[in-house]
Structure formats: C-alpha cells, structure tokens
C-alpha cells in the first residue's frame, strides 16, 4: 500500500487522541468495581464471577478447553457478546460454536461486517 502525505497526517494527528481516549477508557474501567455475579447457563447450572471481570470466555474455559477453542460468539441477557467483553452483572449466558445453526449465523453475519 502506498503511503499518501495526506494519510500521514490524519494518522499523526488522530493516533494520539485515540491512544489517550483508549487509555481514559481503560482506567475508568479498572476503577469499576468487581463485585461477585452469578452467571446461569443454558442447562441451569450457575458459575460465578466478577463485574467487569469475568468474561463469557473465562466461564467457558473452566468448562472445557476444546468448547472455549470452539465458541465464537455468546449471548448474555438476549445479547450477542464478544467472548471477551467483561459481564456486567448477573446474567443468563449461551455460548455458540460453529456446531449450533445459531453459531454458523453469526460467524457468516461477523464475516460480511468485516
């Protein structure tokens, strides 16, 4: 890819500020606190974890290995969630791989996005 002066310095001048609005986030972040939740699976068993902590894919790697190296995406309360975006709070969590009619979906879905 060829370099364009233009695109230097959008990138001189908007790196910076994204890197110091990354960093705000970030510390805000780890100022919440992490108070213990309980995460209910599909079959009604109950994890627990932390707030702001605990991810959907902490919780399925004390599970199983090979269902961690397999889960694409989950839901949490109704919603897509990233496998490594914090919980937020006590929750129902479904994990899906590509095994799940559901999970082939949002692998397709996630592909045509990006």
Not at 12 to 30: D, S
Not at 38 to 55: A, F, P
Request: aromatic share 8%.
């Amino acid at each position: 890819m060829v370099s364009h002066p233009k695109d230097d310095a959008y990138l001189t001048n908007v790196v910076p500020k994204r890197i110091r609005l990354f960093m705000e986030i970030q510390a805000r972040h780890a100022a919440l606190p992490s108070d213990p939740i309980k995460i209910t699976l599909l079959d009604g068993k109950v994890k627990e974890g932390k707030k702001w902590v605990t991810s959907p894919f902490d919780v399925v790697k004390e599970i199983s290995k090979s269902l961690a190296s397999n889960a694409l995406i989950s839901e949490v309360n109704g919603v897509l969630w990233d496998m490594t975006r914090p919980l937020e709070g006590d929750c129902d969590l479904k994990l899906f791989t590509f095994e799940n009619a559901e999970g082939r979906d949002m692998h397709f879905l996630a592909l045509l996005r990006a």
